[in-house]
T-cell receptor, first 120, second 111 residues
Framework: EAQVTQNPRYLITVTGKKLTVTCSQN?????MSWYRQDPGLGLRQIYY???????DKGDVPEGYKVSRKEKRNFPLILESPSPNQTSLYFC???????????????????FGPGTRLTVL | KQEVTQIPAALSVPEGENLVLNCSFT??????LQWFRQDPGKGLTSLLL?????REQTSGRLNASLDKSSGRSTLYIAASQPGDSATYLC??????????FGQGTELSVKP
């Protein structure tokens, strides 16, 4: 089954304790991205990656790190989590261009189920 | 800075009604616009993707339009059903990979 998986799905941690949220897709997608969703602020992009070893900042990258060493995985790293990083996190992936070969730069995104993180 | 706004924030309609959800954006230099559906506690499901050169896309009872010059998109849902109840989000792609979301419209379809 084609899917994006995230682990863990739920995590409660304490301030300053490094953590990693994993994201994996089995669709051979080049593009992957991380978002956080907060009440009243909506979904905001943290980081994205157009391909292996290529990453770029989204709108809210502060306090986060990512790596893309292989196509299927795109982990989100919080080196020193703080309470303001308590949020619902989503990973997504897509192909970079339409299947028809039209050359459009971006295709529909497939989202993971989300990771609910609480930092005390 | 690109801003995406969705109106209304919440909408309640009786089953069978046709409805329109609105999305506006401040910068017309977009690659594409995408509509998503989010069910409570779940991830996002892509509904329709409109490329910047297109005017509309259709999928079943859904029709999305795009007017880049005015910075607007609408999602039309025909013959609404209780199963359509969810939050609907629009998102614009500015450059390859960078995505800005609206805050969503929470739709409730009453039987």
């Amino acid at each position: 089954e084609a899917q994006v998986t995230q682990n863990p799905r739920y995590l409660i941690t304490v301030t300053g304790k490094k953590l990693t949220v994993t994201c994996s897709q089995n669709m051979n997608h080049e593009y992957m991205s991380w978002y956080r969703q907060d009440p009243g602020l909506g979904l905001r992009q943290i980081y994205y990656s157009m391909n292996v070893e290529v990453t770029d900042k989204g709108d809210v990258p502060e306090g986060y790190k990512v790596s893309r060493k292989e196509k299927r995985n795109f982990p989100l790293i919080l080196e020193s989590p703080s309470p303001n990083q308590t949020s619902l996190y989503f990973c997504a992936s897509s192909l970079p261009s339409a299947p028809s070969g039209s050359g459009y730069p971006y295709n529909e995104q497939f989202f993971g189920p989300g990771t609910r993180l609480t930092v005390l | 800075k690109q801003e995406v706004t969705q109106i209304p924030a919440a909408l309640s309609v009786p089953e069978g009604e046709n409805l329109v959800l609105n999305c506006s954006f401040t910068d017309s230099a977009i690659y594409n616009l995408q509509w998503f559906r989010q069910d409570p506690g779940k991830g996002l499901t892509s509904l329709l993707l409109i490329q910047s050169s297109q005017r509309e896309q259709t999928s079943g009872r859904l029709n999305a339009s795009l007017d880049k010059s005015s910075g607007r998109s609408t999602l039309y849902i025909a013959a609404s059903q209780p199963g359509d109840s969810a939050t609907y989000l629009c998102a614009v792609s500015l450059t390859r990979g960078k995505l800005i979301f609206g805050q969503g419209t929470e739709l409730s379809v009453k039987p």
